[in-house]
């Protein structure tokens, strides 16, 4: 390839949110490193649950060289969560794996030439929990605070860590259903959109799902930012946390 614009390792590159940030990045002249929880012999992919500290650490003792961009794309989307296992296996995968993998590279990597940003992805769910999504909210407020944590850890160093919250997003399979709801109703796909999203939240004060590229442009845009990135968040959740939030 040629015109390669920097190195992006990224988490959940099978991911609804993960896979298509792969895509544009790679359109846009990147090499992508993805970490993958099963890995099907795509190219630049490494098999890593999440899930099990003891697979990130084995496999953060195989990367090397400083990435430009770190994206947080992987989750545990479960909800009504009951069992502690479960409670626990969530966690390490939406709070602690994001955390030790920007500590362990940040540190490694702090007194590097080269910028590296660490974008960690946070989610509207967390203004708004309730008995079902609350202990996911959890996990993604912890990971929220931690973040920040790890702003204040890299000041003054070539790292800087930036939260991106996120409101519904636009993926694959809601595309499906929207287009299929569209179909049976014989409204357009915006209607369909528009009033999933009036129901879902009277806050929203978005028509359309958020598009996976305006995260790939915000992201662009706290790479280009540099230093001034560091404990930054861009919420691009539709307003859906209301005026105060
Ligand atoms: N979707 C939304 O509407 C929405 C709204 C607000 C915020 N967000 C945030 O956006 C981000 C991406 O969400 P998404 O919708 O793209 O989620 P998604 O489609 O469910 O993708 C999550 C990815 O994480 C991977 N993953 C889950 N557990 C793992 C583990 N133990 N080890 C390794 N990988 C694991 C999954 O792997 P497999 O492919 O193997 O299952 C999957 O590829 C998340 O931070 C989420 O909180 C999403």
């Given at each position: 390839m040629t015109n390669i614009e920097g190195h992006v390792l990224l988490t959940g590159g099978h991911g609804g949110l993960g896979a298509t940030l792969r895509?544009?990045?790679i359109n846009a002249g990147w090499q992508v490193t993805s970490l993958v929880r099963q890995s099907?012999?795509?190219?630049?992919?490494?098999?890593c649950d999440l899930g099990s500290s003891g697979d990130v650490q084995r496999v953060l003792a195989t990367l090397s060289g400083a990435p430009a961009i770190i994206v947080h794309a992987a989750v545990d989307g479960r909800r009504e969560i009951e069992d502690t296992?479960?409670?626990m296996s969530q966690y390490q995968v939406n709070c602690v794996a994001p955390y030790v993998i920007s500590r362990?590279?940040?540190?490694?990597n702090a007194d590097s030439p080269r910028r590296t940003l660490h974008?960690?992805?946070?989610?509207?769910?967390t203004f708004h929990a309730d008995a079902k999504s609350g202990p996911y909210a959890a996990t993604k407020a912890s990971h929220r605070v931690l973040a920040?944590?790890?702003a204040d850890r890299f000041r003054g160093t070539s790292q800087s860590v930036a939260t991106i919250v996120l409101g519904p997003l636009y993926t694959?399979?809601?595309c499906d259903e929207i287009s299929l709801i569209a179909q049976r109703i014989h409204k357009s796909e915006a209607y369909v959109e528009r009033t999933a999203l009036a129901r879902s939240n009277p806050?929203?004060?978005?028509?359309?799902?958020?598009r996976p590229q305006s995260v790939f442009e915000a992201t662009l845009a706290l790479w280009r930012m540099g230093e001034d990135a560091n404990g930054s968040l861009i919420r691009l959740d539709g307003g859906s946390g209301g005026s105060l939030n």
């Open positions: 895509r544009l990045f099907a012999g795509g190219i630049n992919e490494i098999a296992v479960d409670l362990s590279l940040g540190d490694r974008v960690h992805i946070g989610s509207e769910v920040s944590a790890l694959p399979r809601r806050d929203l004060v978005i028509s359309r799902f958020i």
